[in-house]
């Protein structure tokens, strides 16, 4: 059973990056097509999708924060990242790490961690 | 964007009833929708792919129906397990999208 796992600072200070980990266990991240996806979810509950990576290192990313975001995986430690440039408090969420599949929506997800943005 | 439109954004139920969630894209999204279910502190589960296809290990009282434009999820004989938050989402196109969200709490 393939599991996921985000880890990074809860606190970011304004301006700054925000980064964070998804790492990934129960399986190879590099196997079966899947892409490895970023989601938040906002304090009052809406959910936002960040952007994705494939195994081979494509990613697609929101229109709203390709700008800003960074997404990286590395195969031969079996996690993949995200980097959030120029934080505000509006980017202050419950951050989602899932695993997606073409055709699907996504099917296991990390347990979360918050991330406030505040001086 | 499309967006994605739930009804209602709150329903109260009892254990045993039957419960329908709709779900409305801006436009056509053939049958590209999932729905998920959340329980308070915990990640999105997933529930349906394909507007209409159950993952695995769901009960089979949740069913999901729709295309194009209007989506329904139903859940009959309603249990305790049940009450919770369902969201849809597409992925008909770039960026994906998820609707806001509809709360089932008991009555």
């Known amino acids: 059973q393939v599991q996921l796992q985000e880890s990074g600072p809860g606190l970011v200070k304004p301006s700054e990056t925000l980064s964070l980990r998804c790492s990934v266990s129960g399986g190879s991240i590099s196997s079966g097509g899947y892409y490895w996806s970023w989601i938040r979810q906002f304090p009052r509950g809406g959910l936002e999708w960040i952007g994705y990576?494939?195994?081979?290192?494509?990613?697609y990313s929101n229109p709203s924060l390709t700008s800003r975001i960074t997404i990286s995986i590395d195969t031969s430690d079996n996690h993949f990242s995200l980097r959030l440039n120029s934080v505000t408090a509006a980017d202050t969420a419950v951050y989602y790490c899932?695993?997606?599949?073409?055709?699907?929506?996504?099917?296991?997800w990390g347990q979360g961690t918050l991330v406030t943005v505040s001086s | 964007d499309i967006q994605m439109t739930q009804s209602p954004s709150t329903l109260s139920a009892s254990v045993g009833d039957t419960v329908t969630i709709t779900c409305r894209a801006s436009?056509?999204?053939?049958?590209?929708l999932a729905w998920y279910q959340q329980k308070p502190g915990e990640a999105p589960k997933f529930l349906i792919y394909?507007?209409?296809n159950l993952e695995r290990g769901v009960p089979s009282r949740v069913s999901g129906s729709g295309s194009g434009t209007e989506f329904t999820l139903t859940i009959n004989n309603l249990q305790p397990d049940d009450f919770a938050t369902y969201y849809c989402q597409h992925y008909d196109e770039y960026p994906l999208t998820f609707g806001g969200g509809t709360k089932v709490d008991i009555k």
């Open positions: 899932a695993r997606g599949f073409y055709g699907s929506g996504f099917d296991h």
């Open positions: 394909g507007a209409s």
């Open positions: 990576i494939y195994a081979g290192g494509n990613t």
């Open positions: 436009q056509n999204i053939k049958k590209w």
